[in-house]
């Protein structure tokens, strides 16, 4: 369950902005985020987590 989404610009903003909404996510490098999710979730958590990282990408993310 873990997988990496690649931007073309720094991820540092993305990740505190998640932090600040309540989800943890991880950089695997300076333009790479890891979404790691627990072995056990639910899928309402997944659909919670997907929404949540997808506002904060299209707010940073012009071409979101």
């Known amino acids: 369950l873990l997988i990496g989404v690649e931007f073309s610009s720094p991820v540092a ?13 991880i950089t695997g ?3 790479v985020i890891r979404l790691a999710p627990p072995l056990v979730i639910s899928e309402a958590e997944v659909d919670h ?8 990408v299209a707010r940073r993310v012009p071409s979101v």
Do not use: H, R, T
């Open 49 to 56: 987590a997907l929404d949540v990282f997808e506002k904060i």
């Open 29 to 31: 490098g300076p333009n």
């Open 13 to 25: 903003d993305i990740v505190s902005a998640c932090a600040a909404e309540g989800l943890i996510v």
